[in-house]
Structures are given as structure tokens and as C-alpha cells.
């Protein structure tokens, strides 16, 4: 199958959005519980699959089914799915690095 200019930058805006909405969800429920000094990890291997939008997707529904049990497994999920899409959209993702002028 052959990339186009244009599916690249439909998947980068996708990558983009999710990352800024999971940070959004992070940024309230920071300000919720007083997590302003915690910093959880940036994820294990297992938060790193081949399509990050994928991961986050796993993520952000791992967070929605905690919200009212645990503030921080929560907070540490979003924060997890904000690192996953933002690497693969500030560094390219493989899918779309093949030339796509063929």
C-alpha cells in the first residue's frame, strides 16, 4: 500500500491531538488530587507497541475504568499515553518514513 503526503499528516495531527488531550485530562486531574511533585515513570516496554496511537488508546481506556477508584494509576496512565504519541509524532513514526513519492 502507498503513503500519501496527506496520510501522513492526517496520522501526525491524530498522534498530536491525542497527546494534547491525554496532557488536558492530566493537567485536571493533577490539580484534582495535588499531584504537582509526582513524576511517574514514562511508561514500561510494554506502553511501547508498534502503533502508538494504539498504546494510548489502551491507556486512556485504563484510566476511564480507574477514575474513581485510583487518582494516581490514573494520573500515571495519562501521563503514559501524553509520552507514547508525542515520541512517535516528534521522531516519525516507521509506518510513514518510506518515501511516499513512488
Same mark, same amino acid.
Given at each position: 500500500m502507498v503513503r500519501t503526503a496527506n496520510d501522513k499528516d492526517s496520522y501526525s495531527l491524530l498522534?498530536?491531538?491525542s497527546a494534547?488531550?491525554?496532557e488536558y485530562g492530566a493537567f485536571q486531574i493533577s490539580i484534582l488530587h495535588g499531584f504537582g511533585d509526582y513524576d511517574?515513570?514514562?511508561g514500561s516496554n510494554d506502553d511501547r %507497541? #508498534?502503533?502508538p496511537l494504539k498504546t494510548a488508546h489502551?491507556?486512556?481506556?485504563e484510566a476511564q475504568s480507574l477514575i474513581l477508584s485510583?487518582?494516581?494509576r490514573v494520573y500515571r496512565a495519562l501521563?503514559?499515553?501524553?509520552f507514547v504519541p508525542r515520541k512517535a509524532y516528534s521522531g516519525g513514526d516507521k509506518m510513514y518514513? %518510506? #518515501?511516499t513519492r513512488k
Amino acid at each position: 500500500m502507498v503513503r500519501t503526503a496527506n496520510d501522513k499528516d492526517s496520522y501526525s495531527l491524530l498522534l498530536w491531538k491525542s497527546a494534547a488531550e491525554a496532557e488536558y485530562g492530566a493537567f485536571q486531574i493533577s490539580i484534582l488530587h495535588g499531584f504537582g511533585d509526582y513524576d511517574p515513570e514514562q511508561g514500561s516496554n510494554d506502553d511501547r %507497541s #508498534d502503533d502508538p496511537l494504539k498504546t494510548a488508546h489502551r491507556l486512556l481506556g485504563e484510566a476511564q475504568s480507574l477514575i474513581l477508584s485510583d487518582s494516581k494509576r490514573v494520573y500515571r496512565a495519562l501521563r503514559v499515553a501524553v509520552f507514547v504519541p508525542r515520541k512517535a509524532y516528534s521522531g516519525g513514526d516507521k509506518m510513514y518514513c %518510506s #518515501d511516499t513519492r513512488k
